[in-house]
Every structure is written in structure tokens, then in C-alpha cells.
């Protein structure tokens, strides 16, 4: 936008169909618009000069000033700003993202209608709206016919973008998030996640003109709490994990060549997707003392519709970290002698890494999640099986990092290891910390009546007691 506009006078060409030509510069590039007649021109010049007196900024690519740019913005519908927003995202977004936008605008796009309306089958309508409307990769092909219908309602019944100014209509969209289909209650981190999404469509719509701020600063909501602590109850303890881990190995079927992939998330605290990409190459495994652990990387589970190369699963860069980031991860010689085993017995894949299913591709989830069910089953009591404990196979990865603050290591350096920040560990392992501090406390209470044991027995000619030896 540019406050730096001239306007020329109106030009005549008899040849033309529209023969007066109106025209003017922003910030000197060259506008101009054509007219039947000359009264037409010289209205139109008018009005735009008045507005450029008025203080108006004017658009540098269209030439239109402000007021105007935003009137024919606010025609469009809130449709056609949310297919804007995926068709400019999908090339620097990577497919896991991809589909958590899109289900989150599916959610949303049917709540911007007229209140009142709504489409005769809402579950046809936003399974066209996931996989087709907000998946640019299947705009290479006209949507299905069944989803045809629906798209046409939803583009012809779609609220002006203009109308996201009104609180009414914002809180609409709000309680629509925390709503499954079904009527039910959306988990707490759904509904942050899709009103997070929300915001970002806005935000650009802020960008391109559409609104001076984002609408949904000014609409009072409270959002759905959500419990960041880990449970104490779901993380087992060391004689647990042992139990548990020992199960996995004489397991059967897979049982034996996932016991370490499991162990990697206990000993290394790593992530599921860092111990599916772990290759030979990260692995410093030498025959006595401890060793290392380089991560780069994970695999994550994105679903073929969702990436470019077509294939379920997608190569990360370490979660929140630079695409040519490592994490060096220390691992007791008990484990070291696991992997070496491991790698013994199984081998490794073509590309190295050091776990695989039995056509040597990426394990699946739901297949391990199997056999930690199984383990879970033959190693804890009917009670324990009652509860969370080490419920899912991530609980490993919690029981790693409680336990390395039980023995002490300092906060920041668990972090480093866990690939999180100090204040992402601080707000999750709450509980297990506060042992430490107990702990802490202990040992500088300890160490104050120590330094006033040698003050009471210093000289009294008022020597200073330093921190040397």
C-alpha cells in the first residue's frame, strides 16, 4: 500500500471501444481503467482522487485505494478464503500438517453458513470437504460425484468473509470445534488445535486486506483445558519396564526384533518416529562402557493422499529443530549390548535403519501397538491392567526421562537428551520434579549448616571463608 499517488489527465482513443481512459500511478507504477463515455471517466477519476485526499492508501498491484480493496475482498466467501489459504500453504507444509488442516477447516466450513442451514447429509459433507476441498493433491481430478452436490451447497451458502467481524458468528465456529459429529464432546487438544488453525486463516486474511486486525482478538473464549503433566500413574518403573520389555522379547512373531526398538525409547527417550528412523550409521556401540545415539530424524505417518511422493510416510527434521539438526543421546552399556545383539541376530535394512517389518519397510504402529498389548497382558496383574499404567508404548519414553530426573541429572541436560526445551519439561514432568526439589533442598540445607559449623569455627579476628579448597 502506497500513499504516493498522481493522476493524469483523461486520455482519449477514438479507436477503441471504450475510447477514455482513466489513469494514475501508485508509488510510480502505471494504472488504468477504460470508459464508454467521458462522464463515466471523469466520475471515476473524481472518485478516486477524493479518496487519495482523504488519506486513502492505495494498493500498489490492483491501484485501488484501500476502501475499495477491501469492499470487493469482502465479497468473497469464507469458502473461497479458506481454498486459498491450502492452495498457497500445501507446497511448504508437510503432509502430516497437511491433513490436520484439513480436518480442522472441515470442521469449521459448515459452521459459516446462514444460521439455520445446514446440508442433508453433514458426514458426506465433510468427507468432501477433507479430501477433496482442502487437499490440494486431489484437484488433479473432479471431485467425486456423491461429494459434488455437497461442494456446490457449501460454495453457494458459504458466509462472505466480511460477516467474521460479527462475534456471533465467530462463536459459532467456536462451539462447532469442540463438537464431534455425533454431538459429543472433541477432545480439548482437538478443539485448541482446529480454533489454532482458525486463527492462522484469519491472520492471513489480516494480510491481504480483508480485516485491519484478526477478528477473533476481540471474541471472549474460554478454550478447553488441557492437562500437559504427565500421569505418575501410567509411567512404570524400572522393575516394570524390565518385566514389560522381557515380555516383548519372548514374545511371539514380531515380539523379539521389536524389544529393542522398544528400549529405545526407555533408554534414549526417544520418540516412536526417531526409533523407526534410527540407522546403523547413528549408532557408536562399542563393546564396553556407554555409548551413542546420533538422531536426525523421524518417520512420521502423514497417508499417501497427503504427500507428495505418494507414499504413507514422510522423513522429519527433529521435532522443532533445523532441518540439519542431531541429537547426541548417551545409552548405559546394558542397552548398548542390546543393540549390538540386535543388529547381530535381525541385521539391518538396505538403508541401514535398524528396525523393519517382514517386507523391510517402516513398522506400523498399530503392529507394535500389538505386541505392547500382548506384553502388557502377560506381565501386569489385573489391576495394573485396570489403569493407565504403560498403557500406550510413549509411556516408555516418559518412564526414561522420570527416571533420569529420580537419579538426579539436572533438568537442562535431560531436556537436551528428550529433545524438548527446559520450560516444555518443566510444564510435563511437574510431579517428577518436585522430588527433586525435595531433594535439592535437602542437600543445600545439608551444605548451609556445614558452612555455619565452620564459621562458628573460624577465628574471631573476622577471616573471610572463601569457596576454595
Known amino acids: 500500500m502506497s500513499y504516493n499517488v498522481r493522476f493524469w489527465d483523461i486520455r482519449e482513443r477514438p479507436e477503441r471501444r471504450k475510447p477514455f481512459m482513466v489513469r494514475w500511478t501508485v508509488n510510480t507504477l502505471e494504472k488504468s481503467e ?9 466520475s471515476r477519476r473524481s472518485k478516486l482522487m477524493t479518496a487519495a485526499r482523504e488519506g486513502e492508501a492505495f494498493d500498489e498491484q490492483t491501484g485501488l485505494p484501500a476502501s475499495e480493496l477491501r469492499a470487493i475482498k469482502q465479497r468473497t466467501t469464507w469458502y473461497d478464503l479458506a481454498h486459498e489459504y491450502i492452495d498457497q500453504r500445501w507446497d511448504r507444509t508437510p503432509g502430516n500438517t497437511r491433513r490436520t488442516l484439513a480436518d480442522a477447516l472441515a470442521t469449521i466450513t459448515p459452521a459459516l453458513v446462514d444460521r439455520g442451514t445446514s446440508f442433508s447429509d453433514p458426514r458426506v ?6 479430501s477433496w476441498t482442502f487437499n490440494k493433491k486431489a484437484w488433479e481430478e473432479e471431485p467425486r460425484e456423491e461429494w459434488q452436490q455437497a461442494i456446490a451447497w457449501m460454495k453457494r451458502n ?17 462451539d ?25 486463516v484469519l491472520a492471513t486474511a489480516v494480510e491481504k486486506g480483508y480485516f485491519a486486525e484478526n477478528p477473533l482478538v476481540g471474541v471472549r473464549w474460554t478454550a478447553p483445558a488441557v492437562s500437559e503433566e504427565v500421569d505418575p500413574a501410567a509411567v512404570p518403573n524400572p522393575n516394570q519396564v524390565a518385566r514389560l520389555l522381557a515380555a516383548v522379547a519372548a ?4 515380539g523379539p526384533h521389536v524389544e529393542a526398538f522398544f528400549g529405545c525409547m526407555y533408554y534414549a527417550a526417544m520418540r516412536p518416529a526417531e526409533a523407526i528412523h534410527l540407522q546403523q550409521s547413528q549408532c557408536h556401540l562399542p563393546k564396553s562402557g556407554w555409548g551413542m545415539l546420533n538422531l536426525t530424524g523421524g518417520v512420521v505417518t502423514a497417508g499417501k493422499d497427503w504427500t507428495d511422493s505418494g507414499e504413507v510416510y514422510e522423513i522429519h527434521s527433529l521435532k522443532r529443530r533445523a532441518a540439519t539438526a542431531t541429537r547426541p543421546v548417551p545409552i548405559p552399556p546394558p542397552f548398548v549390548r542390546t543393540l549390538r545383539g540386535h543388529i547381530e541376530r535381525f541385521g539391518v535394512a538396505p538403508d541401514g535403519r535398524l528396525f523393519r517389518n517382514a517386507a523391510g519397510k517402516y513398522l506400523d504402529p498399530a503392529a507394535y501397538g500389538t505386541t505392547w498389548k500382548r506384553a502388557r497382558e502377560h506381565v501386569l496383574t489385573p489391576y495394573e491392567l485396570s489403569t493407565r499404567l504403560a498403557k500406550r508404548p510413549y509411556d516408555l519414553r516418559h518412564a526414561g526421562i522420570s527416571f533420569w530426573l529420580h537419579s538426579g541429572v539436572d533438568p537442562a541436560e535431560c531436556a537436551r537428551r528428550a529433545g524438548q526445551s527446559i520450560e516444555v519439561l518443566f510444564r510435563h514432568y511437574a510431579k517428577f520434579l518436585a522430588g527433586i526439589q525435595d531433594h535439592s533442598n535437602h542437600l543445600i540445607e545439608q551444605s548451609m549448616a556445614q558452612w555455619e559449623q565452620r564459621a562458628d569455627s573460624s577465628p574471631e579476628d573476622g577471616m573471610s571463608i572463601g569457596f576454595g579448597p
Open 251 to 254: 514374545g511371539r512373531g514380531r
Open 34 to 42: 477504460s470508459f464508454m463515455t467521458k462522464g463515466l471517466a471523469d
Open 125 to 130: 459433507l465433510r468427507r468432501a470437504l477433507y
Open 158 to 174: 458459504s458466509l462472505p468473509v466480511s460477516t467474521m467481524a460479527e462475534a456471533d458468528v465467530l462463536r459459532r465456529v467456536l
Open 176 to 200: 462447532a470445534m469442540g463438537r464431534k459429529l455425533d454431538g459429543k464432546a472433541a477432545a480439548a487438544k482437538t478443539t485448541r488445535r482446529k480454533r489454532a488453525a482458525f486463527s492462522e
